[in-house]
């Protein structure tokens, strides 16, 4: 005949001892997912904030290397002049232009291409905006992908030069968006930048074929 084994009933020390250390669990769960929360936009906007200033940099740096040395304003804008000297006309040189865009956009490409291949690091510390903790920290693997095309436009301003003097000056602003990936994290920011690219002094009336120049790579 089978003998029941007898109930053992648990002590009500341990039992409240396993449900205080169950409540304890669950508050430094939520603590932490509290945490993260809070921090979450923080690391987020200090990943833009690195990623742009590196992409930037970047761009800028293969701009002025590889497109701006092959550039002048005279490529650019060409010029017509009658038998005393006086400018007739100045119209852009839309073949040049293009020629420019392209190349830009192809550098851009290569620039940002660059950076995604390595892994960027963020100390922690730099999301609490102190300069002192900026470089401390556990480091955030932070990561730069390209999306999308790369958005070239050249254009130009006027500034006075002087007495009857006006300074013609053409600009390349390059606009790229790229992603953003951290741990758990994915955004998107787009990259704005500008770079001169030639200017001349006009002395006189400036021609009005001149005024406005604009030109946006073509979607």
């Given amino acids: 005949m089978l003998r029941r084994r007898p109930y053992r009933r648990i002590p009500p020390g341990v039992l409240l ?4 250390l169950v409540l304890i669990i669950l508050l430094l769960v939520e603590g932490l997912l509290l945490a993260e929360r809070k921090i979450r936009p923080a690391i987020l906007a200090a990943a833009v904030m690195e990623c742009d200033n590196i992409a930037t940099m970047a761009i800028n740096k293969i701009i002025l290397e590889k497109v701006v040395p092959t550039v002048s304003y005279k490529d650019l804008i060409s010029i017509e002049q009658d038998e005393n000297g006086k400018i007739v006309m100045a119209q852009a040189n839309i073949v040049e232009i293009n020629r420019v865009m392209a190349l830009t956009t192809a550098a851009t490409g290569e620039a940002v291409t660059e950076i995604s291949d390595r892994e960027i690091k963020i100390p922690l510390g730099k999301i609490t905006g102190s300069y002192l903790l900026a470089a401390y920290g556990p480091k955030i693997p932070v990561r ?3 999306m999308g095309r790369v958005n070239t436009v050249v254009f130009d301003s006027f ?3 002087g007495i009857n003097q006006t300074r013609h000056k053409i600009y390349l602003q390059v606009i790229i968006e790229v992603q953003i990936i951290v741990p ?8 704005f930048t ?3 690219l030639a200017d001349t002094i006009y002395i006189g009336e400036v021609p009005e074929m001149l005024v406005n120049l604009y030109f946006p790579s073509q979607e």
């Fill in 17 to 20: 001892s396993f449900v205080i």
């Fill in 144 to 146: 730069l992908k390209p």
């Fill in 159 to 161: 500034e006075d030069a």
């Fill in 184 to 191: 758990l994290i994915v955004d998107s920011v787009e990259v």
């Fill in 194 to 196: 500008m770079v001169p």
